[in-house]
């Protein structure tokens, strides 16, 4: 399972579906890394090393974890580095400082002099725990522009287009007036919006349609039909009329509720209270949508969707008032502004104008240091993900991220709304993708930056914890994302008529293309289908595993391995056993953080894992108290918080430090680390926990 000797050096393909060839090139270069630094025989067991996501927490908790494991000597001895969104901030940077100086070199990197000549690596790391808005100019006022620039273009972009969807729809196609009976009292027969009126009148079709397939399913439990008739397919039609025709009426009746302006007008002969119940046909639903949210927080998610989708019915009727009561519309103005959104669309990437491009140059400057004996001075921004050598001695690794799968026709993916991408040095690609070199894809040109950011892209429609419709047209409209759109590792290159911008917004929108058969395809965050970094060293059946969890579990749910464990033996019959009951200790703050465990592989070869949990336990040091004291949900602050100060970044980091100190204590090697843990729970002894100070 993992002896690399023998292991072949032919030329990698530049595309492949079979993993198992993944696998071969991977070991290839583990071993020539191995041969770089020297620290294990070719022979040896494969080790694998997780870091797991939650923003700036899990990079300052996981950079001590790394300065443990340098400090004791066993970094050298691990062979995949396998890192998950906020985890993948560090891992990159010890990727790109090993870049800078092979482990032949110099083994300590957090002491090397920067190349500006102000300070160490891990003083430039302390100074930027607010990686948002650090740097010169950098403020909130930064960040809060970017945001408003993003939102701004994406509305300049889409905004013409809808209205004029809208206005299409307002038009007189038929030539006759609508029923008389249509129409709110007082206010004046409708004439025109045709394109509304039909959707108005496919309501009673489909809900004609919907008793039909309620007939039919009354009739399937009968003896004779019940074989005959597909009874799943009655249920889910059944579903998808009644959401259609609630939609349709709800949208077909926007010219019959914004008569509410002639009714007033007509019965209280105020024109002031006319014009402001015009208004009210859009302010109403969007004050209500607010209300509906607010509501959420104290009581239930229905509220949440409720709210979103009022919001999105004001926005589409805000957009009807545009069209139909004012002359922008067909103004030369308004063709002004569809050139432009049609020249932006053409010429624009979508990506970097997303927040996707702010926060991979926020994350690029604080974690790609340039260090002062840095034998390669390239621009850390856009240094290539391809560019990572084994012969520097770095671990190989893996940045993981969610390839989104809502519209697959594969059950599993849609039901699953993702499958896990991993890009790598090597290859870059999924299980539902295919497999292909990074020096091919997308021409050799993906970046550390990049990829790094895209494995952190946590606010994103049309995940998991973002499924519902309105809310994710409503992220996708205001650009309130950070996923990626590129192209399919299984795809060579192939042009589009329909500019991208476009393309990209209303699949995102309306969650269709949304697969991993799309030429196409969108990554957000690794997270969103696993957190911690082990489902790919599970993949490649690692003798032994560390994983560090560094999420967010002030309630210690341990949410996210339980759903890593879920899904390595759901995709590859993998038991994991690890004994987590005593993590949790409801009565004290304080909590053991390691547990050792097993892993059985399909193949029948086992594998160790060792479990480490950001925690409090005993004998850490008096910094890390005093903070907890003042701010007593460390370790498990929410991960909204971007903005570490000295402090809070210190006492994280010492955290991981002395946490995986502790348990390293004077291990000789990876091997020893896990029979000595073994050898002491057999015979009851207690964790090690002595500290490792500085």
């Known amino acids: 399972m993992n002896d690399l000797t023998g292991v072949g050096a032919a030329q990698p393909q530049r595309y492949t579906r079979d993993f198992d060839e993944v696998l071969r090139h991977e070991r290839d270069w583990i071993g020539r890394r191995r041969r770089a630094n020297g620290s294990r025989a070719e022979d040896a067991p494969l080790v694998g090393l997780a870091l797991s996501g939650g923003g700036i927490r899990s990079a300052t908790f ?226 209500t949508g607010i209300m509906s949210i607010r509501a959420s927080r104290a009581r239930s998610g229905t509220f949440a969707v409720l709210g979103v989708s009022l919001l999105c019915y004001s926005l589409l009727t805000l957009l009807y008032h545009l069209s139909a009561h004012t002359a922008l519309v067909g103004s030369g103005a308004y063709y002004i502004w569809l050139g432009i959104s049609l020249l932006l669309a053409l010429v624009c990437n979508i990506n970097a104008l997303s927040l996707h491009s702010y926060y991979r140059g926020r994350l690029a400057n604080a974690y790609l240091p340039v260090v002062a004996a840095g034998g390669d001075m390239a621009d850390p921004l856009h240094f290539r993900l391809a560019d990572l050598d084994p012969d520097t001695g770095a671990p190989l690794h893996l940045i993981n991220t969610t390839l989104n799968t809502s519209s697959s026709k594969q059950e599993r993916l849609r039901s699953r709304r993702g499958e896990s991408l991993f890009l790598s040095p090597l290859y870059c690609g999924s299980s539902a993708t295919g497999f292909r070199l990074c020096r091919d894809w997308l021409d050799g040109n993906l970046s550390l930056s990049t990829a790094f950011a895209v494995s952190g892209a946590a606010v994103d429609p049309n995940t998991y914890a973002t499924s519902s419709r309105a809310l994710s047209l409503l992220m996708t409209l205001l650009n309130l994302r950070l996923g990626y759109w590129t192209r399919n590792p299984a795809s060579e290159r192939r042009s589009n008529w329909l500019p991208g911008w476009y393309r990209y917004m209303f699949r995102e929108m309306s969650g269709r293309g949304l697969a991993e058969t799309e030429p196409d395809v969108h990554l957000s965050d690794g997270g969103h289908f696993e957190n911690l970094g082990l489902y790919e060293l599970v993949r490649r059946r690692c003798r032994y595993i560390i994983v560090c969890d560094a999420g967010a579990d002030p309630n210690t749910t341990l949410f996210d391995l339980g759903r890593a464990v879920q899904r390595a033996r759901a995709d590859f019959g993998a038991q994991i056993e690890l004994e987590v009951e005593s993590l949790h200790a409801p009565d004290s703050p304080l909590r053991r953080a390691i547990r050792f465990g097993r892993v059985r592989y399909a193949d029948g070869s086992m594998g160790e894992v060792l479990y480490v949990k950001a925690s409090l336990s005993e ?63 057999r015979v009851g002894r207690p964790p090690v926990t002595a500290p490792l100070q500085g």
Not at 219 to 236: F, G, M, V, Y
Not at 624 to 641: E, G, K, L, S, V
Not at 653 to 678: N, S
Request: with cysteine; net charge negative.
């Open 62 to 287: 996981n950079l001590g974890i790394l300065q443990a494991l340098s400090r004791s000597g066993l970094l050298p001895q691990v062979d995949y580095l396998s890192s998950v969104s906020g985890g993948g901030y560090i891992a990159s940077c010890l990727s790109w400082l090993r870049h800078q100086l092979p482990m032949s070199e110099r083994r300590d990197l957090g002491g090397v002099e920067l190349a500006s000549g102000e300070g160490t690596v891990l003083d430039w790391l302390r100074a930027r725990g607010n990686y948002l808005i650090n740097g010169r100019g950098f403020s909130g006022w930064t960040l809060g522009g970017a945001m408003l620039a993003g939102t701004l273009l994406n509305l300049v972009v889409l905004l013409p287009l809808l209205l004029g969807l809208v206005a299409l729809m307002s038009a007189n196609w038929l030539g006759s007036a609508w029923p008389a009976w249509l129409h709110l009292p007082g206010a004046e027969t409708i004439r025109g919006h045709d394109g509304f009126r039909l959707l108005l009148l496919s309501a009673p079709l489909l809900l004609g349609l919907y008793l039909a397939a309620m007939l039919a399913f009354a009739l399937s439990s009968s003896p004779a039909l019940e074989r005959r008739l597909p009874i799943n397919r009655l249920r889910t039609l059944m579903g998808s009329l009644l959401a259609a025709a609630t939609a349709a009426l709800g949208v077909g009746l926007l010219p019959v509720l914004t008569g509410l302006e002639e009714s007033v007008l007509h019965y209280f002969d105020h024109r002031g209270a006319a014009g402001l119940s015009r208004h009210l046909t859009y302010l109403l639903p969007m004050l």
């Open 619 to 681: 004998d850490l040091s008096a910094d890390i108290y005093a903070y907890w004291r003042a701010n007593p949900d460390f370790p498990n602050q929410t991960t909204t918080d971007q903005f570490f100060d000295e402090m809070q970044f210190d006492c994280y980091r010492q955290l991981g430090l002395e946490v995986m100190a502790g348990v390293i204590a004077d291990a000789a090697g990876i091997e020893q680390l896990f029979q000595r843990r073994h050898s002491d729970e």
